[in-house]
């Protein structure tokens, strides 16, 4: 048994989560069957190197490119007026979510909090997947977000974002034990994993 290995298999829910992978989309990313995936999942130990490396090689490159995604849809979308950046912001996704309520949200928040504090507050809350007190607090006081936004408004929110997403990313990173994608480290400790036994 390969300690590394077993550490990484228990994870593997919680990388699901973070990524918002259903079984059946991870199983298929690893070109693995669902119930491959669901005995892993129950039982640590069956995780072989062919599947952590494919875990490893599609977590690595999926968060690459929805980060890139993300920032690249937030860089397009005018901020000339709430309903315009409401348009704009609607179908920037991170993974099956829709982000634009956690913009919307955050860009009122920035109201009350601050430009910095709000959006990231609301950010972090919204793809953490639990319900902000902040925002519930703006619904139930009618807070909306005013008919002119501030230019600060889009360059806030991308740091807010990127802030959000990196700390989405060290998540991620943790549950394999890395501080960066960086594969050598990551086949170190394979090999470590196994000497350990």
Same mark, same amino acid.
């Given at each position: 048994m390969n300690r590394y290995l077993l550490m990484l298999g228990a994870q593997i829910s919680t990388i699901r989560e973070i990524m918002q992978w259903t079984q059946e989309d991870l199983s298929n990313l690893l070109g693995i069957s669902r119930p491959v995936l669901i005995n892993i999942e129950k039982d640590p130990t069956k995780l072989s190197k062919t599947v952590a490396f494919a875990l490893f =090689? +599609? =977590? #690595?490159? %999926?968060? #690459?490119?929805?980060?890139?995604? @993300?920032? *690249?849809?937030?860089?397009?979308? &005018?901020? =000339?007026? %709430?309903? =315009?950046?409401? %348009?704009?912001? *609607? &179908? +920037?996704? $991170? /993974? %099956? *979510?829709?982000? $634009?309520?956690?913009?919307?949200? /955050?860009?009122?928040?920035?109201? +009350?909090?601050?430009? @910095?504090? /709000?959006?990231?507050? +609301?950010?972090?809350?919204?793809l953490s997947g639990g319900k902000n007190k902040d925002s519930v607090l703006f619904e139930e006081k009618n807070i909306s977000v005013p008919k002119k936004l501030p230019k600060e408004s889009k360059t806030e929110l991308k740091k807010s974002v990127i802030e @959000?997403? &990196?700390?989405k990313e060290k998540e991620v990173l943790k549950c394999f034990g890395l501080d960066s994608w960086d594969s050598g480290e990551f086949v170190r400790l394979i090999e470590m994993g196994e000497l350990e036994q």
């Open positions: =090689t +599609v =977590t #690595s490159s %999926e968060f #690459s490119k929805r980060k890139q995604l @993300v920032i *690249k849809e937030i860089e397009i979308v &005018d901020f =000339t007026d %709430e309903f =315009t950046a409401y %348009e704009s912001l *609607k &179908d +920037v996704k $991170w /993974g %099956e *979510k829709p982000l $634009w309520p956690l913009i919307i949200t /955050g860009l009122g928040a920035s109201l +009350v909090f601050g430009p @910095v504090l /709000g959006p990231l507050a +609301v950010a972090y809350s919204y @959000v997403l &990196d700390n």
